[in-house]
């Protein structure tokens, strides 16, 4: 993981085409607004050049480009055009007021899409490519030219191609994996073999630009790099045609990371990595996959015992990079079913508790059976779980288990047991009502005169497998007072904030406040 000093030649320019090829694919439209908000972060982010759409194929689009040309600060602003005229003119008008602006200009050169898609013969296409480029000089000086379909082009036609385009003054050429088939050994030696055998071919920076239809984009482009390419073409979070193109920012991230192997670099402010991820997956509605490398939300998570044990020890453990430098605040100890003893200790202490014994122990084993019955467990279940275990460790009265019986047909039925200062006691009640019945068993054991004044319920956390927190109040000679109980079933917390509140009255009773009675139990077993 050392890095070597950067010199200009290893320099990897970043084209980001998020806005247009990115735009393209279905579903990820973006409005003129969220077009500008986008384009202003990846100049700021220091992306070289922004292609902000495909001025011909829309008013929006051409309005996109053109204003985003009127705002950039640092990068070239470049619009799409095919080989046509009217394509390069309108682009050519797109970009007209940016500081340094680009033409991209494209055509197929494969058999399958001349034969097909264009209907034409090379040597028609061939004389495309000079015209095209020729037409975008003079709005121009900086030209790319992208032979569309290159990996699947033949060899020499591809070079004739090149070899023209740069004479005729495109200072890009770009060979796209249009239909994301090439493998890394492949692409590596297209682009080298291009490089090598075009006369011209120092005269141009290369670019590459695959899409992602076997998974194989970023290594593909990487590849292309260390065969001489210095321009990769890419986007955020990978959106792009079908399955996408290569994402931004994981070849940012790989070059970087290991720079042993692959000693390339770019003006990237990795730190802003996150903040475009998030914003372009809000502006297109597309969500990010949890475990998309770099920006997924579980990229720095860990939830396995092992892998928390040994993140607490060293983060290198199981880190390769450090959160922050992608602009993640930091590692999250997930806490679930898989999360260790280690870790819980140090999400107490996160949380500012500070357990020991009998009540560490009690608290892990209570949440690690909430941790089995609920998918996300959230720093509010393990407080939750916390303050009751605090609360309840001194407890006269304690839940042993309940199970109730509900539904439309009642009369609705509880069976509880509890532990009342070291003894068993069991009743079963009915109730108007499920909660009703549990209170009726509590009663039924523990008889006394306090009156219900208040019984509310919330969900600590959101989702239908959430913890409800009930909170008691009972009154009793004047005198109040308040308890919660947390459970993801709401009648067993019902229970619990009942007992809880009671165990106050208990406590006080015991301090002599407000005055002794005591509490007693029946069907002791
Ligand atoms: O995938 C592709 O070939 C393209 C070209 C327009 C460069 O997007
Ligand atoms: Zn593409």
């Not at 004739?160 to 088939?181: F, L, Q, R, S």
Request: hydrophobic fraction near 40%; charge should be negative.
């Amino acid at each position: 993981m050392t890095a070597k000093t950067p010199s200009e030649k290893d320099r990897v320019v970043i084209f980001d085409t998020t806005l247009r090829d990115g735009e393209q694919c279905p579903g990820a439209t973006m409005t003129h607004e969220e077009k500008l908000e986008v384009a202003e972060l990846l100049d700021e982010m220091g992306v070289d050049i922004i292609e902000a759409g495909f001025p011909i194929a829309s008013e929006g689009d051409f309005a996109a480009v053109h204003e985003i040309a009127k705002r950039t600060k640092k990068a070239v602003v470049c619009g799409l055009a095919r080989a046509g005229f009217k394509d390069i003119d309108r682009a050519g008008e797109a970009i007209k007021p940016a500081k340094r602006s680009r033409i991209h200009t494209f055509l197929s050169t494969s058999p399958v899409h001349m034969k097909w898609k264009l209907q034409l013969e090379p040597q028609q296409v061939y004389e495309m490519v000079i015209a095209s480029v020729t037409r975008a000089r003079a709005y121009t000086d900086d030209v790319e030219w992208s032979s569309e379909d290159g990996t699947r082009t033949e060899h020499d036609f591809l070079c004739h191609c090149v070899e023209a385009a740069i004479k005729a003054g495109a200072t890009t050429i770009n060979i796209p994996d249009t239909v994301g088939y090439s493998v890394p050994e492949e692409y590596f030696a297209l682009i080298k073999m291009v490089r090598e055998r075009v006369p011209n071919s120092d005269q141009a920076r290369f670019s590459v630009h695959c899409h992602d239809d076997l998974g194989m984009a970023v290594a593909n482009s990487l590849a292309g790099v260390r065969a001489g390419a210095r321009q990769i073409e890419c986007t955020i979070n990978g959106i792009g045609e079908r399955a996408g193109n290569a994402a931004l920012e994981e070849v940012v991230m790989a070059m970087r990371v290991r720079n042993d192997v692959m000693p390339f670099w770019t003006g990237i402010d990795a730190k802003m990595l996150t903040r475009a991820s998030k914003l372009v997956a809000a502006v297109t509605s597309f969500p990010v996959q949890y475990n998309k490398a770099i920006v997924g939300r579980n990229a720095f998570a860990h939830e396995s015992g092992i892998h928390q044990d040994g993140m607490l020890k060293h983060t290198q453990t199981y880190e390769i990079m450090v959160p922050e430098d992608v602009g993640v605040k930091q590692t999250s100890l997930v806490m679930g079913k898989h999360s260790g003893r280690h870790a819980f200790v140090h999400k107490l202490e996160e949380l500012g508790y500070r357990l020991a014994g009998n009540q560490l122990e009690d608290a892990f084993v209570r949440f690690k059976a909430l941790a089995d019955r609920k998918k996300h467990v959230y720093d509010e279940d393990i407080e939750a779980l916390v303050d009751e275990e605090i609360a309840t460790a001194q407890d006269h009265i304690k839940l042993v288990s309940l199970s109730v019986i509900a539904g439309t047909r009642g009369p609705q039925r509880a069976t509880m047991k509890l532990d009342i200062d070291g003894k068993s006691a069991i009743a079963e009640c009915e109730g108007n009502g499920p909660v009703d019945a549990v209170f009726n068993c509590v009663k039924a054991m523990v008889p006394h005169d306090a009156v219900l004044e208040l019984y509310q319920v919330h969900a600590v956390t959101e989702g239908t497998d959430a913890q409800a927190e009930v909170s008691v109040r009972l009154s009793e000679l004047g005198r109040a007072v308040t308890a919660k109980g947390a459970d993801p079933d709401t009648l067993v917390a019902s229970a619990k904030a009942y007992l809880a509140a009671l165990n106050k009255l208990v406590a006080r009773r015991l301090r002599g406040q407000p005055e002794e009675r005591r509490l007693h139990s029946t069907d002791v077993g």
